[in-house]
């Protein structure tokens, strides 16, 4: 129906993931908007779908692989009987692959990292971060169904509310060419970062493998542990259990110290929502100062032994 | 192991990126364009996979800007062939560019992957190697960072969030969204693409025929507002390091 | 009686078998000596041609002061006396002994008479004993400072003829010399000629002998000569074998050295040198020169500060593959890319080897293969994409000249007297970029008439270069030519010293003065006129792109003393200067290998010894690379490092 509004819901590891949750926040508004009823698609055991309460219905389809291939082909298949105006994505390593296949094979668009929408006009209009977030652009799709790939924090997770009404669907999935073999778990690190309320995170302004101790002195008179960017993970500086972002781990510290992190978007989104963010950086127009609480500009190597020293005067002192 | 590569040139956001007078666009006049950074990584993927297994790699992309150097920056990499689709129409979205680009792909088969990057920061309506994917009838997974080709099946590695990765078997050919190669993308001297340019062609093909309209329409390109901004500690390196502590001890985190 | 010179003496009489031997040995010697230099010439020959001027007046000159007379020892006073002491030894005896041959064979054999006669023969006598005591007491010096002294540059990693080859050339010349004096002095004993008084040497140690009959005299006389010809002989034909060879590669290595542009580069293929065939002939030559003198070594500052590199063991490498000692891969890349092409090195060689460029060569070599570390290929992306190695849009190369009281006049459209290249660091470093508009505010005041090329300008490549991308060295060139030829001016000037030496010496033919030449003029026409003395006492450290590179000492001196400066002189100075490490593209690398001392730590321990408050910089880099070791050294507060147009910019100021 032409104002029906759809989340995809993906889980991982057998559990319904946040951003599935903010998305139907964000779907509730537009439902309300377009005056059509939210709903779920579920493609997964119905078990599943307790959380998913926000939703005026979950639709579930079980016995779908969990590749790209499968889920798309599942979610074409619903959205061509169904004809939503509107499925919202997660934009997540997760989902932006089933996302953007299934989107190929309804001929529709897939807007992609979308931060809000809104019904105008009786068009959905997406607000997107492009060219790494110094522009955003409003994209409105002119056919429907259309797909919207959603980022992670557009909105405050929807609460499960009352167990949801689950309509059990059928479909049926192609032969599949892409099979699952099995998860590749990071070397377990010494630390699990979520786990720390102190983090001290290191970017490309630290320059060289050498400067981490500058880092990992500062983490230890905090009691908190080093965590990096990407860059610095693929530099090997660190190990993958230490990254940070998009493809890494999302942490919500009780501070967050960046040191020369300029603070492009996949980094961002995996720490936005720490405590208190604190951003040490040379460029006084890199982005991460308008995301950090407290900022410095100044050259880290300056800022930092004096930081560490005075930490360790305090609570030697304490 | 014969590889497609599908390159495309993006904005380069080093400089700084104007707003057209339409309010919709990106002002051109000062516009420097760049591989797009995934695209890359799918080209070293693809070297790598010729050095492990042999065979051929071609690169393919739409007539732009510039894209010249890159095609012959390809072959001095490494690169085989390098085929340009000209005749490029005017207002392409990453959908309707990812349908030409299929078309033109479509007559470079057979091939064992085509490799792309899978995304570019300046798509808006769809990822290029799954649309691509689609219309060739291939098998797609994104979210790349290793592949090894052993016979019909690939064991291709996807990246997920917080450091876990999964590893999918591909029957082959397919089309793969690469997030990054095994190792950087590799330098190439200004001397030998030099030389590329005197030695070798790059081979044209038109475009194919009509992909219809677009499915977006951009109503507005702007800068983010920026709706706050941290609170800077100002002074020496010293003195704002003895303000941080301060307000650190204030709310009881030493 | 005349004095005239025994022919034969007791050989000719009682051993004359002996005496058309010792012709046939020597024929054979030759034989065997032309061979084996021929081994060598063969050798060098496999190398790429090269075009030089072979014979010159400066090439004569060099010869003389280098080759005969040492020049490059001179601050070596030991090392000067005792080379001087043998060589000299050496020439004179075997000038002796060749004119004892003509004496013999051409004037008294086929012309009946001998000019080995009268005073000149004892001239003769008395010039080759003091010879032969001097060679002695050189040799015995030698010995000393190998066997007792031991200083760390005399060992080698790598022996490109045989490890036991330096004792062999000491022993062997030695026992020349004292064979030699022997035969001299059982002749005298047995004979007693009354002239033997001039033989002062000889007729001493003749003295011990004289208690003997004539028969053991005659014996033992035989015996040594026999024992005399035969070390020289060995000695000959093992020349092109041994250590000894040096007196021919090095002679002809100083005379083929490099005229031109200290230290220029010429252009060159971009893959590279792989194997040492695809080094010039005039290269080989240099590799074989080498005297495993250690010198380059004890200058390198990477060597110093505990990384791979040293300059010696690179040529000795080369050498041993040279002479088939050696195989495989010529040098390795950690010692290659250790290098910050500082050329002091070069500039101690005695021999004129030019370490440097061979580096160059190879590193090319290993760009163009793609073995290059991830910090070098970013900074190589980023120039060849943006003409800058902080990745910084080229729009943004004169943003620095925003906060300055007034517009620098753009040369791309206003005719100016001075461009001002102002180089990347100097454009695009935060740290650096108040200093740059001190220069600008400088030059405005003095009424210079200048301008920039604002984005136009590019990187002047010259660590590209230098680095081995010799195609991205090219691309830089050619853009800036491209702009020097649509931009109006009358001279170039530069405030980089790299970017000098690139301008001045390896573009096309372009006038280039340095910053601080051009402050010097002004100072001493009278044009700039400091407001007041600045009563600070200083040390300056010489760049090496200005100073070793290009020979610009004295004008940056004489600014400083215009600014009422009082200059003490690090120990380290001029030519000497220590490299602050950052040369080479080496400020774009990790450091490899156990670091003891970052070559920069080192320079301000250095000044900071000196009592001085300030430590003066004429180079953009020197003044980050110091600014951080300072810090990383603990010497904050006790020596701050300024460039010197900051001191200007200061004596400028009205006196308050």
């Known amino acids: 129906m032409a104002s029906n509004i759809w989340v995809l819901a993906e889980t991982w590891r057998g559990q319904i993931t946040e951003t599935t949750l903010e998305l139907l926040t964000l779907g509730r508004e537009l439902a309300g908007q377009t005056g059509g009823p939210l709903e779920a698609v579920l493609l997964g055991d119905k078990s599943l779908a307790a959380p998913l309460g926000a939703a005026d219905n979950v639709l579930c389809a079980a016995n779908v692989a969990p590749t790209p291939e499968a889920v798309a082909a599942a979610l074409a298949q619903l959205v061509r009987e169904r004809q939503p105006q509107a499925v919202l994505v997660p934009w997540t390593n997760l989902s932006m692959d089933a996302g953007a296949l299934a989107a190929a094979q309804l001929n529709a668009p897939f807007v992609n990292g979308c931060k809000d929408l809104k019904s105008d006009g009786g068009m959905i209009v997406a607000q997107c971060v492009v060219y790494g977030g110094k522009l955003e652009a409003a994209v409105a799709a002119t056919t429907a169904p259309a797909l919207f790939g959603v980022l992670p924090g557009s909105r405050p997770a929807a609460a499960a509310g009352n167990a949801p009404t689950v309509t059990e669907v059928a479909v049926s999935v192609p032969e599949a060419r892409v099979k699952f073999n099995r998860y590749l778990e990071p070397e377990t690190g010494d630390v699990d970062i979520t786990q720390k309320e102190v983090l001290v995170a290191v970017g490309r302004g630290i320059q060289q493998q050498d400067n981490l101790e500058l880092a990992e002195s500062l983490a230890a008179a905090l009691g908190g542990a080093v965590c990096g960017s990407r860059p610095v993970i693929d530099q090997g500086w660190l190990p993958l259990s230490r990254q940070v972002g998009k493809s890494g781990m999302s942490v919500k510290p009780k501070l967050y110290l960046m040191l020369g992190i300029s603070g492009a978007p996949e980094h961002v989104e995996g720490m936005k929502n720490a405590q208190l963010i604190v951003a040490i950086n040379t460029d006084a127009n890199a982005p991460i100062f308008n995301v950090a609480h407290l900022g410095i500009n100044a050259d880290l190597f300056d800022v930092v032994p004096a930081l560490t020293e005075k930490i360790r005067a305090v609570k030697g002192g304490a | 192991m014969n590889t497609l590569v599908l390159l495309k040139m993006v904005p380069d956001v080093v400089e700084e990126l104007e707003v057209a007078a339409d309010g919709k666009s990106l002002d051109t006049s000062f516009l420097r364009t760049i591989i797009n950074e995934r695209d890359d990584h799918a080209l070293e993927q693809?070297?790598?996979?010729?050095?492990?297994?042999?065979?051929?790699?071609?690169?393919?992309?739409?007539?732009?800007?510039?894209?010249?150097?890159?095609?012959?920056?390809?072959?001095?990499?490494?690169?085989?062939?390098?085929?340009?689709?000209?005749?490029?129409?005017?207002?392409?979205?990453?959908?309707?560019?990812?349908?030409?680009?299929?078309?033109?792909?479509?007559?470079?088969?057979?091939?064992?992957?085509?490799?792309?990057?899978?995304?570019?920061?300046?798509?808006?309506?769809?990822?290029?190697?799954?649309?691509?994917?689609?219309?060739?009838?291939?098998?797609?997974?994104?979210?790349?960072?290793?592949?090894?080709?052993?016979?019909?099946?690939?064991?291709?590695?996807?990246?997920?969030?917080?450091?876990?990765?999964?590893?999918?078997?591909?029957?082959?050919?397919?089309?793969?969204?690469?997030?990054?190669?095994?190792?950087?993308?590799?330098?190439?001297?200004?001397?030998?693409?030099?030389?590329?340019?005197?030695?070798?062609?790059?081979?044209?093909?038109?475009?194919?025929?009509?992909?219809g309209a677009a499915t977006i329409e951009v109503r507005q390109l702007a800068k983010p507002v920026v709706s706050s901004h941290a609170e800077m500690l100002e002074g020496s390196p010293e003195e704002a390091a003895a303000k941080l502590v301060e307000r650190l001890a204030q709310r009881g985190l030493i | 009686?005349?004095?005239?010179?025994?022919?034969?003496?007791?050989?000719?009489?009682?051993?004359?078998?002996?005496?058309?031997?010792?012709?046939?040995?020597?024929?054979?010697?030759?034989?065997?000596?032309?061979?084996?230099?021929?081994?060598?010439?063969?050798?060098?020959?496999?190398?790429?041609?090269?075009?030089?001027?072979?014979?010159?007046?400066?090439?004569?000159?060099?010869?003389?002061?280098?080759?005969?007379?040492?020049?490059?020892?001179?601050?070596?006073?030991?090392?000067?006396?005792?080379?001087?002491?043998?060589?000299?030894?050496?020439?004179?005896?075997?000038?002796?002994?060749?004119?004892?041959?003509?004496?013999?064979?051409?004037?008294?054999?086929?012309?009946?008479?001998?000019?080995?006669?009268?005073?000149?023969?004892?001239?003769?006598?008395?010039?080759?004993?003091?010879?032969?005591?001097?060679?002695?007491?050189?040799?015995?010096?030698?010995?000393?400072?190998?066997?007792?002294?031991?200083?760390?540059?005399?060992?080698n990693l790598v022996y490109p003829t045989f490890p036991l080859d330096s004792f062999y050339l000491l022993a062997i010349l030695l026992a020349i010399a004292v064979t030699g004096l022997v035969v001299e002095a059982l002749r005298l004993a047995a004979s007693q000629p009354a002239w033997a008084g001039w033989s002062i040497a000889g007729n001493t140690l003749a003295k011990a002998f004289r208690p003997m009959n004539a028969d053991t005299l005659r014996t033992l006389h035989f015996l040594f000569w026999c024992l005399h010809g035969l070390l020289a002989f060995v000695f000959i034909a093992l020349v092109p074998h041994s250590k000894a060879f040096h007196l021919v590669s090095s002679s002809l290595s100083i005379w083929l050295r490099h005229l031109g542009p200290t230290g220029a580069l010429p252009a060159a293929e971009a893959a590279g040198v792989a194997k040492l065939s695809d080094f010039t002939w005039r290269q080989l030559v240099q590799f074989d020169a080498c005297t495993w003198c250690g010198r380059c070594q004890d200058q390198c500052p990477a060597h110093a500060s505990g990384q791979?590199?040293?300059?010696?063991?690179?040529?000795?490498?080369?050498?041993?593959?040279?002479?088939?000692?050696?195989?495989?891969?010529?040098?390795?890349?950690?010692?290659?890319?250790?290098?910050?092409?500082?050329?002091?090195?070069?500039?101690?060689?005695?021999?004129?080897?030019?370490?440097?460029?061979?580096?160059?060569?190879?590193?090319?070599?290993?760009?163009?293969?793609?073995?290059?570390?991830?910090?070098?290929?970013?900074?190589?992306?980023?120039?060849?994409?943006?003409?800058?190695?902080?990745?910084?849009?080229?729009?943004?190369?004169?943003?620095?000249?925003?906060?300055?009281?007034?517009?620098?006049?753009?040369?791309?459209?206003?005719?100016?007297?001075?461009?001002?290249?102002?180089?990347?660091?100097?454009?695009?470093?935060?740290?650096?970029?108040?200093?740059?508009?001190?220069?600008?505010?400088?030059?405005?005041?003095?009424?210079?008439?200048?301008?920039?090329?604002?984005?136009?300008?590019?990187?002047?490549?010259?660590?590209?270069?230098?680095?081995?991308?010799?195609?991205?060295?090219?691309?830089?060139?050619?853009?800036?030519?491209?702009?020097?030829?649509?931009?109006?001016?009358?001279?170039?000037?530069?405030?980089?010293?790299?970017?000098?030496?690139?301008?001045?010496?390896?573009?096309?033919?372009?006038?280039?003065?340095?910053?601080?030449?051009?402050?010097?003029?002004?100072?001493?026409?009278?044009?700039?006129?400091?407001?007041?003395?600045?009563?600070?006492?200083?040390?300056?450290?010489?760049?090496?792109?200005?100073?070793?590179?290009?020979?610009?000492?004295?004008?940056?001196?004489?600014?400083?003393?215009?600014?009422?400066?009082?200059?003490?002189?690090?120990?380290?100075?001029?030519?000497?200067?220590?490299?602050?490490?950052?040369?080479?593209?080496?400020?774009?690398?990790?450091?490899?290998?156990?670091?003891?001392?970052?070559?920069?730590?080192?320079?301000?321990?250095?000044?900071?010894?000196?009592?001085?408050?300030?430590?003066?910089?004429?180079?953009?880099?020197?003044?980050?690379?110091?600014?951080?070791?300072?810090?990383?050294?603990?010497?904050?507060?006790?020596?701050?490092?300024?460039?010197?147009?900051?001191?200007?910019?200061?004596?400028?100021?009205?006196?308050?």
């Open chain 3, 308 to 656: 791979p590199l040293s300059p010696k063991n690179v040529v000795l490498q080369l050498n041993a593959q040279l002479l088939g000692k050696r195989g495989g891969e010529l040098v390795s890349a950690p010692e290659l890319w250790a290098c910050t092409t500082c050329r002091a090195c070069e500039e101690v060689c005695p021999v004129f080897i030019e370490q440097p460029r061979a580096i160059v060569d190879m590193r090319r070599h290993l760009v163009s293969e793609g073995q290059i570390e991830k910090g070098l290929q970013e900074a190589l992306t980023k120039l060849g994409r943006y003409g800058n190695s902080f990745g910084q849009s080229d729009r943004a190369r004169a943003k620095w000249t925003q906060g300055l009281p007034f517009k620098i006049k753009d040369a791309r459209k206003e005719a100016v007297e001075y461009l001002w290249f102002v180089g990347d660091y100097a454009s695009y470093d935060p740290r650096l970029q108040p200093v740059t508009r001190a220069t600008a505010n400088v030059f405005q005041q003095a009424g210079v008439d200048f301008g920039i090329l604002y984005e136009a300008e590019r990187n002047s490549g010259n660590d590209v270069r230098r680095v081995g991308e010799e195609g991205l060295f090219e691309m830089l060139r050619e853009k800036n030519m491209q702009a020097f030829q649509k931009a109006q001016f009358q001279k170039l000037m530069t405030t980089d010293p790299h970017s000098l030496h690139a301008l001045k010496n390896e573009y096309d033919n372009l006038n280039v003065i340095h910053h601080t030449e051009l402050l010097d003029e002004l100072f001493r026409s009278g044009k700039l006129k400091p407001a007041r003395r600045l009563e600070t006492t200083v040390t300056y450290h010489d760049p090496c792109y200005l100073g070793r590179y290009n020979g610009i000492y004295d004008a940056p001196r004489r600014v400083l003393a215009a600014l009422g400066v009082k200059l003490v002189e690090m120990p380290r100075h001029r030519h000497r200067s220590y490299c602050c490490g950052a040369g080479g593209g080496r400020v774009w690398m990790e450091d490899t290998g156990e670091i003891k001392e970052r070559p920069a730590e080192s320079r301000v321990r250095e000044a900071a010894a000196l009592g001085v408050g300030t430590l003066v910089v004429a180079c953009p880099k020197d003044l980050v690379m110091f600014q951080d070791a300072i810090k990383t050294a603990g010497l904050e507060g006790k020596l701050a490092v300024k460039d010197l147009m900051e001191l200007v910019e200061e004596a400028l100021k009205p006196a308050a």
């Open chain 3, 1 to 155: 009686m005349e004095p005239v010179r025994p022919i034969f003496y007791n050989i000719h009489e009682h051993y004359h078998w002996a005496e058309y031997t010792q012709y046939v040995l020597g024929g054979l010697v030759a034989v065997l000596f032309v061979w084996g230099l021929w081994q060598h010439v063969r050798r060098w020959r496999l190398g790429k041609p090269e075009t030089i001027a072979l014979a010159c007046k400066e090439r004569l000159a060099g010869f003389l002061r280098y080759a005969l007379f040492q020049g490059r020892l001179a601050s070596d006073r030991y090392a000067l006396a005792m080379h001087l002491a043998i060589f000299f030894g050496m020439a004179f005896l075997f000038l002796g002994t060749a004119l004892a041959t003509i004496d013999l064979d051409v004037t008294h054999l086929m012309f009946g008479f001998q000019f080995l006669r009268g005073n000149f023969y004892l001239a003769f006598k008395l010039v080759l004993d003091i010879f032969a005591l001097a060679l002695i007491a050189g040799l015995a010096l030698a010995f000393w400072r190998r066997y007792v002294l031991k200083p760390e540059r005399l060992k």
């Open chain 2, 46 to 211: 693809a070297l790598l996979l010729k050095e492990r297994h042999g065979g051929k790699v071609t690169v393919v992309a739409l007539d732009a800007p510039d894209i010249d150097d890159t095609l012959f920056a390809a072959m001095a990499k490494g690169a085989d062939r390098a085929v340009k689709i000209t005749d490029v129409p005017e207002g392409l979205t990453t959908q309707t560019a990812a349908k030409l680009c299929a078309q033109a792909l479509a007559g470079l088969l057979p091939a064992d992957l085509i490799l792309t990057g899978v995304q570019a920061l300046d798509d808006l309506d769809g990822l290029s190697a799954a649309i691509v994917a689609h219309q060739l009838g291939l098998p797609y997974i994104g979210v790349v960072t290793g592949v090894t080709a052993d016979g019909p099946t690939a064991t291709v590695i996807k990246e997920f969030a917080g450091g876990v990765r999964g590893e999918f078997a591909v029957t082959l050919p397919a089309v793969l969204g690469v997030q990054a190669a095994e190792k950087p993308p590799r330098y190439v001297p200004v001397a030998k693409v030099r030389a590329m340019m005197k030695t070798q062609k790059i081979e044209t093909v038109p475009v194919a025929g009509d992909v």
